[in-house]
C-alpha cells in the first residue's frame, strides 16, 4: 500500500481551501464536512459515496457540495443497497482507494453487516496486512432527534465487539474534524460514528488552522486517546458521543451542589484508553459510565468491566452505568424516558455510597 | 404478458420453447394504459376496462387519498406530525393496491402507503400514530390484515412471502399485495423475496411503485435495465408494466395478477409508472437534486384529472357527485385535523411492556427505576442538553 | 394468537414416537433432533426449514428425518439466502405458524441481522404485542471443531444487545432437548445456540421420559434460570454453552488441587438469572466469568458489569474473565490458543488475590 | 446475445425498441457449445473455437487440475488438509476462468475454485494454506490480482464491482472475473453487485458455475427461472449459457465477455452448465439427496474426454503429448504431497500480529498473556474437553 501521510502532505495547497480563515462559530456537521473536503483534496485516492451523497449532499448535509467540487467520480451517489455499497468498499480498497462510505442511519446500515463482520473486519487479518482496508464507515449514529423508528439506534457495541474494527464516536465540533480526517488517513477500517442530535451543536473554531494542524503532523492522536474534557475530583463520568454533553451538563449541575465529578470522554472506543480511564478512576475512587445504547452486553457494559477489573481497589463503591433502558428505541414523544439525562446520572452519582458503609 | 402461467417452469439448458416462456414473462413493451392523460379510453388487446361503478368508487377514493396527502403535510406544517412521506401524485397506486384486494387478503404497505392503508378501512388516527410520533405503529395488523408500515426498505416484501406461504400451507385462499419503491428494488431483499416467492409459488403480487425517486436518487442511477418489470424474468414469473397514473389501468392489471395469484398461478411483479410530486418527506430538499420543470411535466398525467374526465365524459360522475365526494373527503380531512390537534396521552410504562411477552427481570428493575424518577418528580421536557 | 400450550396437550400422542423408550446414552444432536421431531408432532403450526435441512438433515445432521416424516411442508429447503429464511420466518409467525430456522453456522446467519435486528426483535413491541414473533433461530454456535473461517464464531453478544430477543444456550444434552422444546413453545422470538462442539457429546438419557414430563407442564423452567451446574466454596466459574464443560473440567481439576470451585451454567443469556449467579458470588466472594467469544464488550463484559454491581461488597477480589482474544476466530491450527482453556482459567483463579493484601 | 452493447440503456416507458434491447441481453436458446461430448467440433453462429495452440494449452491445465482435484482429495482423507471442495468435473470452467484474463486482470475465485487459482499462477502450496488449517488465506492477493477464497456466498462479487470500478476511475485496463455457484446467485448480494456492475458500467465478467446442487439443495429449489442467465436483464447486462463441461466453448464466451468488458463495454453475466461430480465437501454425504445414477449421466460428458478426443481428431495431440501433460500433472500432485505432508509451523503470537496495522494495548495485554502461558509451559494438545 502507498504511504498515505506522504500523499497527504504532497497533495495538499492549503491555499485552494474555499474555506473559514478566522475562529468563527462551526457546527458540528460543517467541520465534518470540511474535513471530508480536506482529506479528499489531500488526497486524490480518497472518494466518498453512499445513498443521497452526491446532489442533495447527504440528509444530513455532510457531503454537501463534495460532488460539486470534485466530481462524480469522487463523491456519488449508489443504487439504494447497504451491503453493495459496503461491498463495493472493500474492493475498491482493495484497488488502491481509500473509500468513505455513508450509512444513511444506523439501521440502515444492519444489511451491510456481513460485509462488515465477515470482510471489512477480517480482510487485513485473513491476508496477514497484504490486503489493507482504509475504508471510513460513516454513521450517523443514536437518537434524541425525535426521529421514527429505526432512525436513532446505537450500535456501537455490534462494531466493537468485532475484532478487526476501529470504533470512534466524537463528540466535539473540533474532534469531529480532526478524529475524521485521521479515520481517513488511518490504515484499517473505522466505524466512525457520528452523533446526529450534536450534528447542529456549535463551536467557534479556525477549521483552517485545524487543517494546517492537521496535515502538519503524522499522528493520529485521537485514535486510542480518552481525554479528560472537565477535570474533578469525587467521581468520575465516563462518556462518548452524544452522552458527552450529558455528562458535562451533569458535572456542572453537580458543581453546584458542591460534587466534582470529572468527565472523561472516551472518543475512541476501539482502541480503548485504559490509562486515562484508570488514571481518572483510581483518582475519583468511584464511576459511572453513560451511554445512550441499550446497557446489556453493550460498550458501557466493557467499560464497567475493565474499571473493576484494573482499578478494584481503588473503588469505594460499584461502577455504574446510566445507559438506554433494554428495550427498542422509542418513539418521539418517549424518548427523554429513554436517553440518559442530567437527573438520571445525577441520582446515579448520589448512589455511589458516598456514606460510610454499616 | 399470457396471463395463465402453468405452476412449473421448464429449467436450463432442456427448456423446450424458451422463446415462449420468455414471452409469458417479459413486460409489455410500453406501459399499460386504458385511460390517457386527457382522460380517453385508449384499448388494449389484453387488458379490460373496469366495470364502471368499481371505477367510479375508487375515484372517490382517489380524491380522498388526495385530501389525506395534503391534511397530512398541512399538520406536519404545524408540527402535529414527526415526519410525512407525502403520496401526492401517487394515489392511483394506492387506491388500486388498496382494492384490488378482498378481506381475507394482505396489504404489506411502505411508510409511503399511508393513503393505501387508510383506502384499506384502518382507522386514519391509528395509522397515523407512527408518523405522529407516539408508538411505532398505531394498528392491529391482524383484525385489518396488514402489515406495519416498513421502513427498512424491501425487508417488508419477504414477510409477505412469508404470509403467503403460510397461507398456502394452511389451505387459505389469500393473496398478499406488496408494495416496494423503485429504489427498493436495488435491495438484496427485493431479490431474496422475489426469488423465493417464486421457488414457493406463493400468491404474492409484488407492486413497484416507480415514482423515478429514491430521495434524490434517480432511477437511472439505480438500475440500468430496461425496466423493473424485466427483473420478473430472472426469477422465473410474469413481469407486467402498467401506467401509474392510470387508476383504470392499475385496477385491471392488478386485478389479473391478484387473480392469477388467487388461483394458483403464483406470483408476479407490476411496475407502476408514477412520480414522486412532491418533496420526499417534509424534511427533504428537493430543489437540491431536481428542477420544478421536471416535476411539472407530470401534472398533466395527474392520476385524478384524468379520471375525473373519463368518468364524467362516460357519465359515471356529475357535479352533484363530484360535490359529495368532494364533501367525503372534507370529513376525512376533519377526521385528521380532529385527532392529531388532541395531543396523545403516551404512558412511560409502555417502554417496557411490549418488548417480551414477560418482563424480564431487568425489564422489572428498569421500569422502576423510570417509575421512581417519576414518582418523584414530573420529568423535565429539556432531559437532553 | 392461539394458546400453544393448549395446542400442544391437545395434539400430543406419546405413542406416536417412534423413540428411545428407556434410558441409554444419547447425543446433544441427537436431543436436539428429538425436541424437533416432538414439538413438530405436538404442534402442527411448528414448521422447520433452513439451508440442507430437508433432505440432507443438515449439514449437522439435526434435522435428520424430519422431511422423511413430517413432510415437505413441515420440513423444507429453501433457497440459499439468510435473509430470506429470516424475512419468510417473520410472515410465516404472522399469519400463525411457529418457524424453526437454522442458520447453518454462525457466520452465515449475519446477512440476516438486518430482518432480526429490525424486525424480529421488534415487532411484538411495535404492534404492542398484536403480533407475536414465535420464532426460533438455530445457530450452530462457537469453535473448537477445526472449522475453517467463518464457521466458528461466536455471536451470542450481538444477539444479547438486541433488545427483543430472548438468547439461550444450552450446555447439557437434557437441556438441548428441553430448552429447545421451551422455545418453541415460547411466545417471542428465540435465538436458540447450539455448540458445535457439543454435538457429539453424550449423557445417558430417556428422551421418552424427557417429552412425557416437559409435555405434562406448561412452565418454561430454563428460560431465564440458570443452573449451578456444579457446587463450591471458594470462587463461582460463570460459563454458558460451549464453555460449560471447560470450567467444569477446571473445577474438577481445581478440586485435585484443594480448591472449591463453583460452576453457574448460565444457559439462558437472555433473560439472565441475576438471583443465581448473585447468590453464588455471595457466598464465594470470587469470580470468573468465561466465555469464547471475544470478550471486548460482549456478554461476558456484562455478566461481569452485573456481578460488581450486585455484589461489590462480597468481592474479595475483581471479577474476571477468560474469554477468546479480541482477535478474528483463528484458522484450525491456532484455534486450541485460542479458546478458553482449563489452564487458563486455573490460572485467572489464582489471581484473584488469595493471598492478603499488602 | 449481440456481442457489442451500448454504454446507455434507453430507459422504462420512453425505451424505443425494447424488443432490441431484450435480444440483446437474453441468452441463446441453449446453451453455447462448440465441441460435443463426443469430441465433434458443432459449429456455432456466433462464437469461434479458439485458436489450436491455446486449447491445447488450457486442456494440458484441465489435466493438471483434474489431477489437483484427485490428490486433494487424498490429502484430506490422510488427514493432511481439514477440508477440500472439490471442482472434479468443472475443471473446464476453472481453467477457462484463469486463462481468459491477463497479467493486470482480477479473479474473485470462491472457495471450490482452487484450481482456478492454481492454474492462474499461484503457488498452491499458499493456496492450500486456507484448507489445511494454518492460515485463513496464504498467498497475497494484490501480487497475484487473485482475491482470497470467498467463504460468505456472494458477497465477493461486490469486491470484485469494487476493484473493477476502482481501475476504471484510475484508467486501469483491468478486467475482473468474479466466480460463484448457482446457489449463491440467491443471495441479496448477488443482486446487488450485478445491480452496481451495469449502473457502474465496470468492467467484471460474472461467471456462474452451475453445478446443480448447492450441497444438498437441487437447482429446481433454487430458482424456476428459465435460466439463471436470464436474471441478467433484470440488470440490463448481457447473460450467456455456455456448456460448462466444453473448454473450448467456455473460452470463446468468456473471451467475447472479456473482450467487452475491456472495450468498455461494460458487465456481463454467464452460466456456465455444469456438475458437481463429488461431494460437497469430504464432511458430505451426497448418498442422502442424489442417487449415483444422476451422477452417472453426466460421466459423458466429462470435460477431459471429450477435448482429448477433439484434440487427437485434430491432431493436436498425440501419446507423446500426453505422456508430457500426465508427468506434468504428477509432478503438480507430487508438490501438493511434498508440501501437505510437512506439518506447517505456526506462530502463535500470529493471532495478534494482524488484526491491526498497529496492535492495541488490548491486543499487547492479550499477546502477553499467551506468550506468558507458553514460556512456563508447552500447550496442552487437548486444552478443551
Ligand atoms: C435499508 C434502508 N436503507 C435506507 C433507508 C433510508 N431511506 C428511506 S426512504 C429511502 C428512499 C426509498 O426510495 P424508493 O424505494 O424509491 O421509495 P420512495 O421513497 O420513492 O417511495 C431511503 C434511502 C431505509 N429506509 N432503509
Ligand atoms: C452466506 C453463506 N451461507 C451459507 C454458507 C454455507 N455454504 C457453503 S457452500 C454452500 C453451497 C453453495 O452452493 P453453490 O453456490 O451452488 O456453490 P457450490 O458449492 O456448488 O460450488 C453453502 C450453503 C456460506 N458459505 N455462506
Ligand atoms: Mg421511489
Ligand atoms: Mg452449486
Redesign the pocket.
Known sequence: MTDTTERVLDNAPASAQPQTLTAQPVTFAKALNAALADAMEADTSVVMFG??VGALGG?FRITDGLTARFGTDRCFDTP?A?AGIMGMAVGMAMNGMRPVVE???D??A??AFEQVVSHVAKMPNRTKGKVKLPIVIRIPYAGGIGGVE?HCDSSESYYAHTPGLTVLAPATVRDAYTMLREAIRYPDPVVFLEPKKLYWSKEVLDLAELRETFEASTAAPSIGRAVVARAGTDATLVAYGPSVPTAMAAAAAAAEEGRSLEVIDVRSIVPFDDDTVCASVRKTGRAVVIAEAPGFASVASEIVARIQERCFHSLAAPVRRVTGFDVPYPSPKLEHFFLPSVDRILDTVDELQWEDQA | MIISIGNTMAHGATSPRPDLIEAEMLPSAVPVQLVDPAGAHTPHDTYQLPAGDGLLDAYRKLVIGRRINDQANALVRQGRMAVY?S?HG?EACQVAAAVVIDRQDWLFP???DTVAVITRGVDPLEVLTLLRGDWHSGYDPLEHRVATQA?????QLLHAVGVAHAAKLKGEDTVVLAL??????S?G?FHEALNFAAVFHVPVVFLI???????S?PLSS?TVAPSLAHKAIGYGMPGERVDGNDLAALLSVLGVAVERAREGGGPSLVEAHTY?MQA?TNADDPSRYRSPDDVEKWIPKDPLSRMRIYLREVKLLDDDGETRIAAEAEEMAATLRDGLNTDPVVDPEDLFNYVFTEKTSQLREQADLLRGELSREQPSEDVTP
Open positions: 445513498e443521497d440528509v439504494l447497504e450509512m444513511q442511519f439501521a440502515f444492519y444489511p429505526h | 412521506p403520496s401517487q411502505t411508510y409511503r421502513t427498512p426498505l424491501a425487508t416496494c419503491g423503485d429504489g427498493a428494488t435491495e431483499d411503485q416507480n415514482n423515478e425517486y429514491a430521495i436518487v439505480q414522486r420526499h
